[in-house]
């Protein structure tokens, strides 16, 4: 009798689960949207579509927009502050939902299950356990170190663009934006070649497990894929307990044996986000530049003259079109934000991609400028405590990577046929079919 409970309720909890956290907050956006609320016509947007001209709208009513469910910013100065403040964490605390609604999400909830955004992901843990768990990675993508992997992505970016050199006509995105970082990031962390491209699967099948208001069946294969790669890196992270590399997953392996370090739990949780972020954004950005730049021959052509001027071309496009458009915060207690109180609880969403186009901080805020002398202010890594920590790699990866390519291939067209990815958080190409040869 009670297998059978046990069963049924295995069956059950995933649909309570997407119910709540998907299904009924896409109806109330969906209706909030139809009643002009601007908060629900961004969630609402289509899907890779173009989410700029609603983030003027907002900046419209000012710096800090009161949504139907949370508060919006623009502003790139409350965007720091907000990310910065101690009065508000990330995550969504689940207990906040009350009544029966609650009750049920918390039974249907799945702890076991691994991903971005369940503790002890980075992204939704805080002092003290957030410390303790950055502190253990964070040496390997110091600025210091990431200026001793240059020579190797060099080396990297050079054979993958060789492979191209007999193709007149490739999607850029399957056969080089997305192989770059996938394959720097696990030569850092110690993950085989061969492996590669079931990693880059369950990266794929993930990427939208940031986003709500999800389909059942989109639902359904994100909680498929972040199970495959919980079992995968499970296997994995054991491999290297019998036989360490030189790498950090076995070091973090070592550390968590001697009993300082994180539980297994923690280990895979950290492990699994590094080697997912690590892979996940950086394509974007190259997509990104990629298109960036062809469209804009003028600017290209000043790297050409200006090589120089690489790195800070590289936070203009992050600026101008990022990676990651927004992120959240909840306040822990009662604050105040742009003199308006903010209770205890409520949701606030930096939008980071409206808030690099802020005119309060950027000249001409919508033009693609390489030399733009303050490009570097921009919020596409976030702020405060959860600053990207592959900030330095995704920085000299976009620069080796877009530098290289237009280097060997100088004429490199972007053909009819570029698409967007489904996803509404990360923003980025799905496929970007460029002819390399004129
Ligand atoms: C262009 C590429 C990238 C972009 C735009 C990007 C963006 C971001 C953003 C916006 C956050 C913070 C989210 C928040 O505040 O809620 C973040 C956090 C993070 N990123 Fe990146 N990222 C990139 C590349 C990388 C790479 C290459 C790595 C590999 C090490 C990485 C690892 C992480 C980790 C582990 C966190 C969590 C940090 C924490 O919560 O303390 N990212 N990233």
Not at 32 to 47: F, K, N, T, V, Y
Not at 124 to 153: I, Q, W
Not at 263 to 291: H, I, Q, S, W, Y
Not at 377 to 390: I, K, M, N, P
Request: glycine letters at 8%; proline letters at 6%.
């Amino acid at each position: 009798m009670t297998a059978m409970r046990e069963r049924a309720a295995a069956a059950t909890k995933p649909a309570v689960r997407w119910g709540v956290a998907h299904l009924l907050p896409r109806t109330l956006m969906t209706v909030a949207a139809r009643r002009g609320d601007l908060q629900g016509r961004l969630i609402m947007a289509s899907r890779g579509g173009d989410p700029f001209p609603l983030f003027e709208q907002l900046r419209a009513h000012g710096p800090l927009y009161r949504g139907r469910f949370a508060y919006l910013t623009t502003s790139l100065p409350l965007v720091r502050e907000v990310l910065g403040s101690n009065d508000f964490r990330t995550g969504f605390d689940r207990t906040a939902i009350r009544g029966p609604l609650g009750k049920a999400f918390l039974w249907s909830t799945d702890d076991d299950l691994l991903g971005p955004l369940s503790p002890p992901s980075l992204l939704v843990t805080e002092p003290p356990d957030h410390t303790r768990y950055r502190k253990l990675v964070t040496r390997v993508f110091s600025v210091r170190a990431v200026d001793r992997l240059r020579g190797r992505v060099e080396q990297i970016a050079a054979d993958l663009l060789d492979g191209l050199a007999a193709d007149g006509t490739v999607d850029l995105v399957e056969r080089y934006c997305a192989l770059l970082p996938v394959t720097v990031i696990a030569e850092v962390l110690g993950v085989p070649e061969s492996e590669q491209a079931r990693v880059l699967a369950f990266g794929a099948a993930a990427a939208p497990s940031l986003d709500l208001g999800l389909s059942w069946r989109q639902f359904r294969e994100v909680e498929g894929a972040l199970a495959g790669f919980d079992r995968w890196l499970t296997a994995h992270l054991d491999a290297l307990r019998r036989s360490p590399g030189d790498d950090l997953f076995s070091q973090l392996v070592a550390e968590t044996e001697d009993g300082v370090g994180l539980t297994d739990r923690e280990l895979k949780a950290t492990a699994g986000l590094v080697l997912a972020a690590g892979f996940e954004t950086t394509v974007n950005l190259l997509g990104n530049g990629t298109a960036l730049l062809e469209r804009h021959p003028d600017q290209l052509d000043r790297l050409r003259r200006d090589g120089e001027l690489w790195p800070n071309a590289v936070d203009e496009i992050l600026r101008i079109d990022p990676p990651v458009l927004l992120t959240g915060r909840t306040a822990v207690r009662d604050t105040e934000v742009a003199g308006r109180t903010i209770t205890k609880g409520s949701l606030l969403t930096t939008i980071l991609a409206a808030a690099n186009r802020d005119p309060e901080v950027f000249d001409r805020p919508a033009e693609f400028d390489v030399a733009r002398e303050n490009a570097k202010e921009h919020v596409a890594f976030s702020a405060g405590r959860h600053y990207c920590l592959g900030a330095a790699l995704a920085r000299m990866e976009g620069e080796v990577g877009l530098r290289l390519l237009f280097e060997r291939y100088p004429e490199l067209t972007v053909l009819p046929g570029a698409t967007r990815r489904s996803t509404r958080i990360l923003r980025g190409y799905e496929r970007l079919p460029v002819r390399l040869k004129g």
